[in-house]
């Protein structure tokens, strides 16, 4: 899974940020990141940077190039099926573990709910642990909670302050298109997405595209990965960021750029909502 005989693996991921120097927000959960810790690499095959420490110790450059670990259970349990004074505890001990491998602490800001299961008490329970940020699909959460023009329209691409909690949409149809490549660059609907983002009106407007770390098993997806962040990278009227330097109010939005990290808008939808239970489309 790390490094395969024909290049593929996991490291592909953490290869293409590094060299384009550009952050990513990564989910990784400690029973993750221990397994990693313990592949081992045949030593006969004489590359012995292609097992889990190794990983691991890249992984952590990249936090401290300013990539985000989002903050996690220990094990992705669920959130409403369990007392949140368990899921506190997990909490606590998935931060000590991730901290001890990747000498870096996940954020304290952004927090990732498993299976992308959400709520009203859901984000209660994320908010009394103290997070002030967490992630919801576009066309699943933010769709069926506020409409489709809503979900559609420039709404659909800032933050959401629901329930006191400020939601990053994860453009969960627009991600289809992540390993589509037209003239070594992204294909012509992500193209004209961010076009289209770009000359509105809002400077404080977000695409999130999501991937598994196993996508990164498949050659051929590994490489259009590459070379689409490539292609992003070369654009300068689009910026990749980290989740929590938006939540801590670091990304500059001024124009032109002064150099200073501005608090983004949102989009208020207010407080005491109930809000249907739903989860990422498989």
């Not at 573990?97 to 859901?122: C, G, H, K, Q």
């Not at 420039?154 to 589509?180: K, M, Q, V, W």
């Amino acid at each position: 899974l790390i490094n395969d005989d024909n290049g593929a693996g996991y490291h592909r991921l953490v290869d293409a940020h590094g060299a384009f120097a550009e952050p990513v927000n990564l989910h990784i959960t400690p029973t993750l990141a221990s397994a990693i810790e313990w592949a081992a690499v045949d030593p006969a095959t004489g590359k012995p940077w292609r097992d889990g420490p190794s990983l691991n110790s890249r992984i952590g450059e990249l936090f401290d190039d300013g990539s985000m670990l989002f903050a996690t259970t220990f094990a992705d349990h669920i959130l409403p099926y369990t007392p949140d004074s368990f899921t506190a505890s997990s909490v606590d001990l998935a931060n000590s573990v991730l901290s001890d491998i990747y000498d870096a602490a996940p954020s304290e800001r952004v927090f990732w709910p498993a299976e992308r299961v959400l709520d009203e008490t859901v984000l209660a329970t994320i908010s009394n642990l103290g997070f002030s940020h967490t992630v919801a699909d576009q066309m699943r959460h933010i769709f069926l909670w506020f409409g489709r023009t809503s979900a559609l329209g420039e709404d659909g691409y800032r933050i959401n302050r629901t329930n006191g909690i400020d939601l990053f949409p994860l453009h969960d149809f627009a991600s289809g298109f992540r390993f589509d490549i037209h003239d070594n660059g992204l294909n012509f609907p992500l193209r004209e997405l961010l076009s289209r983002r770009a000359r509105g009106g809002a400077q404080d407007q977000v695409l999130t595209l999501v991937s598994d770390w196993e996508d990164f098993g498949t050659l051929t997806q590994a490489d259009a990965y590459e070379r689409n962040l490539r292609w992003l990278a070369n654009r300068p009227w689009i910026e990749i960021v980290a989740g929590a330097a938006i939540a801590a109010g670091a990304v500059d939005l001024s124009q032109p750029a002064d150099g200073l990290g501005d608090v983004w808008g949102t989009v208020d939808r207010g407080t005491g909502l109930d809000l249907d239970r739903t989860a990422k489309d498989w």
